[in-house]
């Protein structure tokens, strides 16, 4: 007697071993796992070019210069690439010949337009744009802000993810541990060859909003399921959240899920366990329209500091883990103390001499949080900050009042004093120059404006007596 399988309709090699129970099963489950691997889900939908408002978008390949009402008709219709800027900008007017370059090579695939925040003051106050320039992705009333390197190659790529539908890459257990090496932060859904169609377009209209920001993957291989000690079959199927380059996913949601359940788990791994605060994110942690509750550990330089940051990830791996459930995610986040010391002091009380240091800020709310629920001074640890975490969520505890009138995001002079700051990295003789001609001209008025002594003033005529 033969005992076959059969692939597609394709015979497969016969079994000749033993005919056990245990070999039998053995046996069954291996060719059931070459089959699940070798059916891997395969995404081969084709790019769509999305329409605007004006016919095909960017016709000419060009930026175009829009006040308020004319982007609301093109983000109504489509995707849009937004630049806003000053006239008097330097950083603006070098981006201006690479940002055109974008605009032609993204030409009849995606809008590229440009907002003069001079001409448009109050409607750029009103988008919370505090530097200059600031490069936006509109899609879907959800926006996401540029940081990376100021390229064509890597504006575009960043563009496209409009574009292109929200994917889901396939993997397998192999493309797994480099992944993990290289990615930060991703998210990977489990599915079996039972999940529903409605759940896993659940999964890619929660994703969507992230831009391709952050990587998605999916799989349905066994060995995967194995190896990250999930059950197969499961009784549904799950979206895993990963973090800081570990195997170990630092969260989970299973299926069935809804909809709200599913944007705050994304919202709350959008992120690396624990990221550092720079200008160029501070509006996506610190003013987010999810309004995340943020921690913030304050660190000191070098070795120390490293130490400190990676007890500050232990802490947040653990909330992440096994915290309590917000309605709003909760980030954590660092910067450097000395680095920051007077905002720091100004904002939320912290000294540079008390380092490390942490608060938990409610940022929406302008207020912040250095007290646990006992009544003792916040300290760096999980049990200290795990307390204050929860006299939030009961409302126990009496906020503070951060500093607004200087806060670091928000004002002007910072983003000038970061432009300038920029220069003079970049033009180091000419700001020498500047600043020796500037300090010249403050003596030279100095004098003029303060009177001398009237006794040095007098002049001696020729010929008199000195006494």
């Not at 330089?301 to 909330?319: D, K, P, Q, T």
Request: proline content about 6%; glycine content about 6%.
């Amino acid at each position: 007697m033969c005992l076959c399988s059969y692939s597609n309709g394709q015979a497969l090699p016969a079994y000749a071993g033993d005919r056990s129970y245990s070999d039998l099963s053995e046996w069954i489950e291996d060719q059931s796992t070459l089959y699940a691997r070798g059916q891997l889900l395969e995404s081969n939908e084709e790019k769509e070019v999305v329409l605007s408002g004006f016919g095909r978008p960017n016709p000419e390949g060009k930026v175009l210069e829009v006040d308020e009402r004319s982007l609301d008709v093109l983000t109504g219709n489509g995707p849009v690439m937004v630049e806003y800027y000053a006239p008097w900008c330097g950083h603006c007017k070098k981006l201006r010949p690479i940002y055109e370059e974008l605009a032609e090579s993204l030409k009849s695939t995606l809008n590229v337009v440009a907002v003069d925040c001079e001409a448009q003051r109050s409607f750029c106050k009103k988008h919370d744009i505090r530097a200059y320039p600031t490069i936006r992705l509109l899609h879907h009333d959800t926006q996401s802000e540029y940081t990376g390197a100021k390229t064509v190659s890597k504006m575009r790529k960043f563009a496209l993810t409009a574009v292109e539908p929200t994917s889901l890459q396939p993997i397998k257990l192999e493309d797994f541990y480099e992944i993990v090496k290289t990615d930060e932060a991703f998210f990977l859904y489990l599915q079996t060859f039972d999940t529903l169609v409605a759940d896993l377009d659940a999964v890619k209209t929660s994703l969507e909003p992230l831009l391709g920001s952050v990587p998605a993957y999916t799989s349905s291989d066994p060995l995967l399921y194995r190896n990250l000690s999930v059950a197969n079959p499961p009784p549904t199927s799950a979206l895993l959240a990963f973090s800081s380059f570990s195997p170990l996913p630092v969260g989970s949601i299973p299926f069935p899920a809804n909809k709200e359940s599913l944007d705050r788990f994304v919202n709350l791994h959008r992120f690396p366990t624990l990221v550092e605060l720079v200008s160029g994110n501070y509006r996506e942690l610190m003013k987010s329209d999810s309004r995340a509750v943020v921690v913030l550990g304050v660190v000191h330089r070098g070795e120390e500091g490293l130490r400190e940051r990676n007890s500050l990830e232990s802490i947040a791996r653990a909330w992440k883990r096994g915290g309590r459930s917000f309605e709003q995610p909760v980030w954590f986040v660092w910067l450097e103390g000395a680095k920051w010391s007077g905002w720091l002091q100004q904002a939320y009380g912290i000294k540079k001499h008390a380092l490390p240091a942490v608060v938990v800020i409610d940022s929406p709310n302008s207020e912040y949080y250095d007290m646990t629920i006992e009544g003792n001074k916040v300290l760096f640890d999980g049990n200290s900050v795990f307390s204050v975490l929860e006299g939030f969520y009961q409302h126990f505890l009496r906020p503070k009042q951060s500093e607004k009138t200087l806060d670091w995001g928000s004002r002007s002079a910072t983003a000038t004093l970061i432009n300038i700051s920029d220069y003079v990295v970049d033009n180091p003789i000419w700001s020498l120059t500047i600043v020796s001609s500037s300090v010249a001209v403050f003596v030279y008025l100095l004098q003029k404006c303060i009177p001398r002594d009237p006794r040095e003033a007098r002049e001696v005529a020729a010929g008199s007596r000195l006494d």
